[in-house]
């Protein structure tokens, strides 16, 4: 059974640092570009970022460019979203995702992507 399973969300201030996880199991993780995406309160899911299988790739949104690094450790099945100089606009919760085929590169849309994990809740106070 493959699953995505999300953890280290939570409330922070605005400027603080927070580091969100995503552990894979069911999948060679390492054959996978991973995406992260978020939904706020009455937006529509939008993308965040995603790392290519190597993680040589990585592509951002303009709004969390400079601020948010995503990165993988490969031999862990796991994929971290490091967000930086928090803003109470990126109050939303956070999903991590798999694309749907292996060794495909990173994309922005989420039809590209098959498995998602439940989410994990971040909320940054003014």
């Known amino acids: 059974q493959v699953q995505l399973v999300e953890s280290g969300g939570g409330l922070v201030q605005a400027g603080d640092s927070l580091r969100v996880s995503c552990v894979a199991s069911?999948?060679?993780?390492?054959?996978?570009?991973m995406g992260w995406f978020r939904q706020a309160p009455g937006k529509e899911r939008e993308f965040v970022g995603a790392?290519?299988?190597?993680?040589?790739?990585?592509h951002y949104t303009d709004s969390v460019k400079g601020r948010f690094t995503i990165s993988r450790d490969n031999a862990k099945n796991t994929v971290y979203l490091e967000m930086n100089n928090l803003k109470p606009d990126d109050t939303a919760v956070y999903y991590c995702?798999?694309?749907?085929?292996?060794?495909?590169?990173?994309?922005?849309?989420?039809?590209?992507?098959?498995?998602w994990g439940q989410g994990t809740q971040v909320t940054v106070s003014s």
């Open positions: 790392i290519s299988w190597t993680g040589g790739t990585t």
């Open positions: 995702a798999a694309r749907t085929y292996a060794l495909h590169g990173p994309s922005p849309s989420e039809h590209d992507y098959a498995t």
């Open positions: 069911g999948l060679t993780a390492s054959r996978y570009t």
